[in-house]
């Protein structure tokens, strides 16, 4: 068996598409690293994202259709009332604001 070598990625490096990789650094210096939910939620409680319904870890990967957009501070909130998961593909329309 073979093992995956760890790549350092704290700088721009070229990696072969064509082969699995490990990667290392590629959040150590993202000062979110170290934020509180409650800076979180500071920060980007405001922004709105879809919430797919999700009962169980195996569903995940394939949740049902969007029923609703909720507030990033109500999603991470202990009231919210529903098993859902916020997939990446709405973090395009806020993705600005989330990287600066």
């Known amino acids: 068996e073979q093992g995956l070598v760890l790549e ?3 700088a721009s490096v ?3 598409e064509m082969r699995p990789h490990r990667m290392g650094g590629l959040i150590d210096g993202w000062a979110a690293r170290s934020w ?3 800076l979180l939620v500071e920060q980007f ?3 709105e994202f ?3 319904p999700c009962e169980t870890l195996n ?3 394939y949740a049902g259709p969007s029923e609703r957009y909720v507030s990033l ?14 997939f990446e593909n709405d973090f395009e329309s806020n993705r ?3 990287l600066e």
């Open 8 to 10: 350092d990625c704290t």
């Open 45 to 47: 409680g405001r922004l």
């Open 73 to 86: 501070e109500e999603y991470l909130s202990a009231d919210f009332d529903g098993r859902s998961v916020v």
């Open 14 to 16: 070229f990696l072969d």
């Open 36 to 38: 509180t939910r409650d």
């Open 50 to 52: 879809r919430a797919r």
């Open 59 to 61: 569903q995940y990967g």
């Open 96 to 98: 600005h604001e989330l």
